[in-house]
């Protein structure tokens, strides 16, 4: 339930840019106006990839909206 109130009214894009490589778009979230949310997020995302790659990185890739981020998604 948490999760479903968290991120309601959201949409999400997963776009593959390379074989190692995503990128993840999530818009419409009013909680994203506050940084410790968005690194919240980074964390999940990066926690949840690694779960099957050696490495994995996440990093916030900076925009005007700030009910949305996109995030640049790498592993090994």
């Given at each position: 339930?948490?999760c ?7 949409r ?5 840019v390379g ?7 999530t ?7 506050f940084r ?7 964390g ?14 996440a ?6 909206d700030?009910e949305?981020i ?7």
């Amino acid at each position: 339930r948490i999760c479903d109130r968290l991120l309601e009214g959201g949409r999400h894009r997963v776009s593959e840019v390379g074989p190692k490589d995503a990128l993840v778009e999530t818009s419409g979230v009013p909680m994203f106006r506050f940084r410790y949310f968005r690194t919240a997020t980074l964390g999940i995302m990066r926690g949840a990839a690694g779960m099957f790659a050696k490495s994995c990185y996440a990093r916030e890739l900076r925009g005007t909206d700030p009910e949305r981020i996109q995030v640049s998604l790498r592993w090994v």
